[in-house]
């Protein structure tokens, strides 16, 4: 059975910064690539962040190029985000997602606020 | 950036019915491949979202045959035959084809 457990989460306040964590299991994880996708309170989904299976690439919107960094430990089966320079407007339950959004995890609430 | 407009915002049904949902891209989502990246989601309350159907219309595991996806290029529709209750939540449509990935503002289903 696929698994995705993100931890991480929490109240930061503006400026700060914040790391994610999602560790993956039931399937082969360096075989597929991942992604952080986001959803505010009430809101849509948004995607955040993708990254290779093999970590060498990595690919963002421009609502976080250059404060959100993917990175992944293929030893460990597990998918990281950084998160720099947070803003108000980055509150949102955090989900990993494997290729494609074929699968989801239960997602982190990461709280922006002073 | 890809811009995925979906349709109806929301839809109120009764149990038994078939209602589609409308799903149009700024650009064709056909990738370099030769496969279309479409997909449709399903987030029921409180929940995390899950992937009903990928590449416009192969249902994934378990996802029962009342649903089916259609479509091509930029025009995309998902079906629903015979609704039940557990059907309700928010639909989304995503493409994976182009960067950014981008999602439709999602359709709420509800059961009259």
């Known amino acids: 059975e696929v698994q995705l457990v993100e931890t991480g989460g929490g109240l930061v306040q503006p400026g700060r910064s914040l790391k994610l964590s999602c560790v993956a299991s039931?399937?082969?994880?360096?075989?597929?690539?991942m992604s952080w996708t986001r959803q505010a309170p009430g809101k849509g989904l948004e995607w955040v962040a993708s990254?290779?299976?093999?970590?060498?690439?990595?690919y963002y919107p421009d609502s976080v190029k250059g404060r959100f960094t993917i990175s992944r430990d293929n030893a460990q089966n597990t998918l990281y985000l950084q998160m720099n320079s947070l803003r108000s407007e980055d509150t949102a339950t955090y989900y990993c997602?494997?290729?494609?959004?074929?699968?989801w995890g239960q997602g982190t609430l990461v709280t922006v606020s002073s | 950036d890809v811009v995925m407009t979906q349709t109806p915002p929301s839809l109120s049904v009764a149990i038994g019915q078939s209602v589609s949902i409308s799903c149009k891209s700024s650009?064709?989502?056909?990738?370099?491949?030769?496969?279309?990246?479409l997909h449709w989601l399903l987030q029921s309350s409180g929940r995390s979202p899950k992937r009903l159907i990928y590449?416009?219309?192969n249902l994934d595991s378990g996802v029962p045959d009342r649903f089916s996806g259609t479509g091509s290029q930029k025009d995309f529709t998902l079906k629903i035959s015979r609704v039940e209750a557990k059907d309700l939540g928010v639909y989304y449509c995503?493409?994976?084809?182009?960067?950014?990935?981008?999602f439709g503002s999602g359709t709420k289903l509800e059961i009259k």
């Open positions: 997602t494997r290729e494609g959004f074929a699968y």
């Open positions: 039931g399937f082969t994880f360096n075989n597929y690539w």
């Open positions: 990254i290779t299976n093999s970590g060498g690439s990595t």
């Open positions: 650009q064709s989502l056909v990738y370099s491949d030769g496969k279309t990246y």
């Open positions: 590449q416009v219309s």
């Open positions: 995503a493409q994976t084809t182009h960067f950014p990935l981008t």
